[in-house]
């Protein structure tokens, strides 16, 4: 699609946002974006219902904004998606398992009815997301877009990365699927594409919280066997968390202390849909047998952390709360790469929320699972790609604008990096994180 049409079908789908904001009724019409150019099917769509042309519609992960109208009346064709949220969403949403298929991760597999071949790369986002790497032909020009592609019946092979949501890394880039490959289109997940979002990798923030946990539970000092020993003071450790998110940190904390994690009935119940032994084997029903306790993120505050402490009065007596959550930085942060990858995180680096004293010590954490923007710097001058198109902040001209100067920026670059002889894919500190 060229410049100017993919100008106007953004447009076609303003207008159609605005008549569903308007009351509207009947079906909304699929955004061009929604839909993979040239092929039958659809990702994250389920709110537009039965799609023209669509055979197949396919979910990145169990959140509620990628699955908005998918329910146990769902009718309208074929699931695909990863194992764990495959569980999740039969679980949850009481989809009737017949239109359900969860696919492995990592192996290339035809979509039935379809002559398009997808591979489901792990998407570092929620347990259970998922990039999707399509190959095949330009077969239909499905979905709602008047805006038609010129290469349907080409023999020529498209390659499309969907992005979903995802916290780009160097696994990412180095992934046999995408390694050394040329991606016709990157649908890319833009929530933070703007340079003041430069937040510190998650490896060093997972590991900071079970440092700092473990120095407050444990103390110090170790003993003639080599263990921590635990400080007089029971403390009971509540970390916040969406119903599907935040887990890793989670993890962290219980093992770094030894400890199982307990939580309600329900959250149990969608950590029991994961596809992660290790973290089932740590989970408790008893909430003294386990000192790490999982509650709503927005309960991690100096107002309601005390009423839930005063719930096990004699069993615990201070709370340490984590709240992990997308984080700003101040303006001295800049994405050079140099730079960034010049700064650690450490637990000194954590401090206290306001309000917080020896009894409820809470801490705010940098922690998202979105890519930052020098992860989606870094990611976007590691692959060779055609086109990136924007899948989050779309809704205005000037925001996608600012978007597609960032996008013609990185495409200058890389060519710098082509012209210079440098490796295309940017050096890491890490596999995990640039």
Known sequence: MSGHKENEAWKEAEVDSARAAGGSTGR???????????????????RYGKIPGVKAYLLTHAHSDHYTNLSSNWKNGPIYCS?????????????????????PLDIPIVIPDTEVTVTLIEANHCPGSVLYLFEGRQTVNAGDSTFKS??????????????????ASPRHVLHPAVKGKNLDLIYMDTTYLDPKHCFPPQKQVIDACAALARRHILGPQSNEDGLLTQNAERILVVVGTYSIGK???????????????????????????????????????DPLEGCVHLVPLQHVNSDKIGDYLA?????????LGFRPTGWTPDARHHPLIARMQAQTFLSSSLTPMRNSNHKQMLYGVPYSEHSSF?????FALSVDWGKIIATVNVGSQVGRSKMSRWFERWELERRRRKEKGDSLIVPSRSDEYW
């Open 311 to 319: 719930q096990f009065k004699g069993a615990y007596t201070r709370v």
């Open 150 to 167: 010129s290469y349907i019946g080409s023999p020529k092979i498209f390659r499309y990365l969907h992005c979903g949501d995802y916290r």
């Open 374 to 378: 020098f992860e989606l710097t870094c």
């Open 28 to 46: 909304r019409l699929a955004p061009f974006f929604k839909v993979m150019q040239g092929m039958p099917i659809a990702v994250d769509a389920f």
């Open 83 to 103: 194992e764990t949220t495959a569980n999740l969403i039969k679980y949850m949403l009481r989809v009737d398992p017949k239109w359900v298929h969860p696919l």
């Open 247 to 285: 887990e890793r940190i989670v993890k962290a904390i219980a093992q770094a202390l030894c400890t199982k994690v307990y939580s309600d009935a329900r959250k149990r119940a969608l950590l029991l849909c994961q596809d992660d032994p290790e973290l089932h084997a740590l989970l408790t029903s």
